[in-house]
């Protein structure tokens, strides 16, 4: 199944879901010891979507598989890729009753991860906690509880087409991570975004609506929307992306002066650097500049060396335990970046822990 935006551009889906799919699909071989030729998962969203199987294989001992990722009408350098899954029975750990005991891990063209700060420790595959749930719920629901498997995902072409990714520069080494928190890859195509964040405005506006919340994300979205009260109406909640200059130079020309701006911190960050845009291919985090602003603003030297010493926003976040002095220092200039775009826009900021819980309010 291809989600369609309503301006007509097709939404795709993540490696994480390919690699359930692919995951399932080995594991019902496995059981079946027949051939299957699709698959229908469940995503975290709480819709299902069906997918091809291509490859399959099998013995009485491993079955394998692929899915052939298709990212809709994303630029995703993973569009077309083949993600692989193999599911091999492994002895058990225990022979009491119900023990059951899934491990996965990457293969040819799953990065490796050596830097802090991202979703995975160091040293593990990179395949993130969301799809890694993912696949071993499909994989679980499919084998006896009395059985042990397991599950290796794989892209045969992975180590090449993340040389055109920040992965390298991240510490993912050796390929591809395997990502998605819904499953769903939205396209991110700059006109038929901002044309959709418009007129989601004009509806609030014409709701009647006060203010609006523009959120980067479905999770800090989720993240406002449990912590306003009195709830609003679905009508105030505009996904802006990563368009940040458009959907405020948007809100002002509607008389949305004061907007709530639903983030994570990596994200705050890139608003509070001035970009324009803040997808990762558009805008390089500036942790030099955020060092720059902690030491002027005179933060804790603790602080201030878990900057120097951090690869990412997320391992700075993390680490320091979401510091309100840090976040209301980046806060304090996003909103001054903001009035850059937007003069007559005054926002305020939310922020969405890496949970989904909103940590952080500015004043």
Not at 250 to 257: L, N, T
Not at 273 to 298: F, I, K, M, R, Y
Not at 313 to 337: G, K, Y
């Amino acid at each position: 199944m291809n989600i369609r935006a309503s301006n007509q551009l097709k939404s795709g889906f993540t490696t994480g879901a390919c690699a359930t799919a692919a995951a399932k699909g080995a594991a019902l071989m496995l059981v079946r010891q027949a051939s299957v030729h699709n698959v229908t998962i469940e995503l975290p969203t709480g819709n299902s979507s069906d997918f091809k199987l291509f490859g399959q294989s099998f013995t009485s001992v491993s079955a394998a598989c692929y899915v052939v990722k298709d990212a809709g009408d994303d630029p995703d350098v993973t569009n077309g890729a083949q993600v692989h899954a193999r599911v091999t029975l492994t002895p058990a750990l225990s022979q009491r009753e119900g023990e059951q005991r899934i491990t996965i891990t990457g293969g040819t063209g799953i990065g490796r991860v050596t830097k802090p700060g991202l979703a995975v420790p160091p040293g593990e595959w990179a395949i993130n906690p969301v799809p890694r749930q993912m696949i071993e719920t499909a994989v679980q629901k499919v084998i006896s509880p009395k059985t042990s498997v397991h599950v290796t995902i794989s892209i045969p072409d992975g180590e090449e087409r993340s040389k055109k990714t920040l992965n390298a520069r991240l510490g993912i080494i050796g390929g591809l991570s395997i990502l998605g928190t819904t499953g769903i890859v939205r396209p991110i195509s700059a006109k038929a975004w901002t044309d959709t964040i418009k007129s989601a405005l004009d509806v609030a506006k014409a709701c009647g609506r006060d203010y609006v919340v523009l959120s980067t994300g479905r999770t800090s979205e989720m993240a406002a929307q449990r912590l306003i009260a009195p709830p609003l109406s679905e009508e105030s909640f505009i996904m802006m992306g990563d368009h940040i200059a458009s959907a405020v130079r948007a809100c002002q020309q509607r008389g949305f002066g004061k907007p709530v701006i639903a983030c994570q911190f990596a994200k705050l960050l890139k608003i509070a650097c001035g970009h324009e845009n803040t997808h990762a291919t558009a805008s390089v985090l500036d942790l030099a500049q955020l060092l720059t602003w902690a030491e002027e603003g005179e933060l804790p030297e603790s602080l201030r060396a878990t900057i120097s010493s951090a690869n990412t926003a997320r391992e700075i976040a993390i680490t320091s335990n979401f510091d309100p002095l840090l976040l209301e220092l980046v806060s304090r200039h996003a909103r001054m970046a903001v009035v850059k775009h937007a003069p007559d826009v005054s926002p305020r900021f939310l922020v969405a822990d890496y949970s989904g819980n909103a940590i952080f309010t500015s004043s």
